[in-house]
């Protein structure tokens, strides 16, 4: 089946510092979704991207189709920042189970 | 528009005991998914319906699990005889088929202990 890996898997950065985090998945998809997991085990939706660029705020996405690999970018990071953020592709076409990576888990210091 | 609900919360229970857990998925929602996380992965899934019709199984469902939509609304995921590796956060998304390719949105997940 189809394999996500994210990196890095840990991540500390100073409040304001910005930040870069990598998802790569073995085959071609039709949908990719970055989520943050709150303290608290909520999976918050940031980007629904399947290719392109798209932009909210202090974040932005990326995604390579072609190459295999989307980007999260964090800029002016802050406290509240800090979680887990999970790629995940759905694993056939049509709204079918999303695959997830490992996550990387982002601490956020002041 | 409320968002994906899930109760309870929090559950604890002693092992082999039997416990339920509901999903109320977003009204205009007709696919529903479950997912099991355990700590420091990401959620692995587990099952998923399709209004009532419940499309696909994981092989990590053992036939201790079982899950129903029965008027393709809300869900539950019933464990029966519960075992300690049963303990994980247990989250439910939809989405919907209007679109081919939609956003699943999860609700804030049931966390498990089993003792």
């Known amino acids: 089946g189809i394999q996500v890996e994210q990196s890095p898997p840990d991540l500390i950065l100073q409040e304001g510092a910005n930040s870069t985090l990598r998802c790569n998945f073995s085959?071609?998809?039709?949908?990719l979704q970055w989520f943050h997991q709150n303290p608290w085990g909520q999976l918050i939706n940031l980007f629904y991207?399947?290719?392109g660029t798209k932009q909210n705020g202090r974040l932005s996405a990326t995604t390579v189709a072609t190459e295999r690999y989307s980007l999260l970018y964090i800029s002016s990071s802050q406290t509240t920042d800090s979680g887990v953020y999970f790629c995940?592709?759905?694993?056939?076409?049509?709204?079918?189970?999303?695959?997830f990576g490992k996550g990387t888990r982002l601490s956020v210091i002041a | 528009d409320t968002g994906v609900s899930q109760d309870p919360r929090h559950k604890i229970t002693k092992r082999g005991q039997n416990v339920t857990f509901r999903c109320d998925p977003i009204?205009?929602?007709?696919?529903l998914y479950w997912y099991r996380q355990t700590l420091g992965q990401g959620p692995e899934f587990l099952t998923y319906?399709?209004?009532?019709?419940?499309?696909?199984k994981s092989r990590l469902l053992s036939d201790r699990f079982s899950a129903e939509r029965p008027k393709g609304s809300f869900s539950t995921l019933e464990i029966q005889r519960t075992e300690q590796g049963d303990s994980a956060m247990y989250l439910c998304?939809?989405?919907?088929?209007?679109?081919?390719?939609?956003?699943?949105?999860f609700g804030p997940g049931t966390r498990l202990t089993v003792l």
């Open positions: 998304a939809s989405s919907s088929d209007r679109v081919f390719y939609d956003t699943q949105y």
């Open positions: 085959d071609s998809v039709n949908n």
């Open positions: 991207i399947p290719s």
């Open positions: 995940a592709v759905e694993r056939d076409s049509g709204n079918t189970p999303l695959v």
């Open positions: 009204s205009e929602h007709n696919r």
């Open positions: 319906f399709q209004n009532e019709a419940q499309l696909e």
